[in-house]
DNA sequence: TGTGGATTTGCAACAGAGTTGCATTTACTA
DNA sequence: TAGTAAATGCAACTCTGTTGCAAATCCACA
């Protein structure tokens, strides 16, 4: 299990292969779409919007309004997920390694930062009420990170 | 499994009900706490903010700054758990059956209607990173709901 | 039963996250 | 390279929830 592993590669190429990925669904590549989405590959953990404007606010001018909109758009094609939790602040995180597959996440209490668990496995079959069908499961553990406990 | 299974005492038990709970724990009786905590106690779903208004709109007027810090006070008192899911509003269920007995939830990707599933055994232990603490287990199953299907 | 004082309530104003409309700019196709 | 659909920037907005403060209410105690 790893957390918040930075990439060992510079951001330059992880643009590149943000690029790369955009193009590569015949999507438009455009420089909102390729920051915030190498910024989120750099990134393991799950990031509010504010902390992506505030990381790119150095190397590209960005408006908040395209920041959400490259979100969603990033979130609709399946780059990335996001997630919210008791703060309801939605949270983004890069697909990267595992597309569609689930995972658990864990939140602290204390200072409400959200990491994700990889390694779980969504082997658990619920019964559910006549009619009712599951598409995901979703799983949230809650507690204290380390530099809270 | 039961869902949504409205109780058959009528209103005013539940509301003599409420104000019992409340006096038992010697905190203050107001209208407002009796009124709410009896509507969620008739209510098994998961409700917003805005649906409780809606619905107590007739027995009893009530502003709506009140009814948030009701709704805080209940929840900081135990009487009710709070939850958000992906529209990020906050939705409320009294803790009777069950205080502090963790349970699943339902959430429909379409109407995003939320149910509790109370046969559910947080019974997973989960590897976490060194020097974290678990303290809860939030499990979500996503999916479409019976009448969404 | 009446009263003092801490709690709760109502109102107005505010805060933060996210959305919408629209004119301008940009990426890509032909 | 020009035309066009898509993306961007800006301003104004919505929606959920919060804060400050004066007025009303609850309840312990006389």
Redesign the interface.
Known sequence: ?Q?CCKSTNPLVNLQKKAEEMIRYRGERITPGRIHTLAMLLSERRAVTHHEIEERLKGEHRFDRVTLYRVLEWLNEKGFVHRL???D???RFRANIHEYSQPH?H?EC?RCTKV?C?D??EAA?D??????????????????????C?
């Open positions: 299990m957390l919210v939790n008791a309801r602040v939605w658990a864990f209490l990491v668990l390694d779980f658990h619920f019964e559910l009420p006549a009619g009712y069908r599951s598409r995901e499961i979703e799983l949230t553990v809650k507690g204290l990170c380390a530099e406990t």
